[in-house]
């Protein structure tokens, strides 16, 4: 079981950037994958990025591809989502995620965080 805790999230101006983290305890995040989930208010939650175990893979949706980068590092705990030229309609809750397989289908995802706000003004 891992334990994840978000943060970094915010306002941010349209073209903006942040960059979220997630910290993790528990002995098995260093052979988890790791995810990165957001809900927008009214709609179901949507793959953003997710990353192997050791970080030799990653993968993104369509709509973020190009503007995000999803990394970890182990030595730390910790899973990063770098957010650059941000737009409006990224705003949402996101989560982080572990589970065996860097996956979009977030039902196979074991642990998850308790999300962080990140809004996007226009």
């Known amino acids: 079981q891992v334990q994840l805790v978000e943060s970094g999230g915010g306002l941010v101006q349209a073209g903006g950037s942040l960059r979220l983290s997630c910290a993790a305890s528990?002995?098995?995040?260093?052979?988890?994958?790791m995810a990165w989930f957001r809900q927008a208010p009214g709609k179901e939650r949507e793959f953003v990025a997710s990353?192997?175990?050791?970080?030799?893979?990653?993968y993104y949706a369509t709509f973020v591809k190009g503007r995000f980068t999803v990394s970890r590092d182990n030595a730390k705990n910790t899973l990063y989502l770098q957010m650059n030229s941000l737009k409006p309609e990224d705003t949402a809750v996101y989560y982080c995620a572990a589970g065996p397989m860097p996956i979009a289908d977030d039902s196979r995802y074991d642990d998850w965080g308790q999300g962080t706000q990140v809004t996007v003004s226009s």
């Open positions: 528990g002995r098995t995040f260093s052979s988890s994958a």
């Open positions: 990353i192997t175990w050791n970080g030799g893979n990653t």
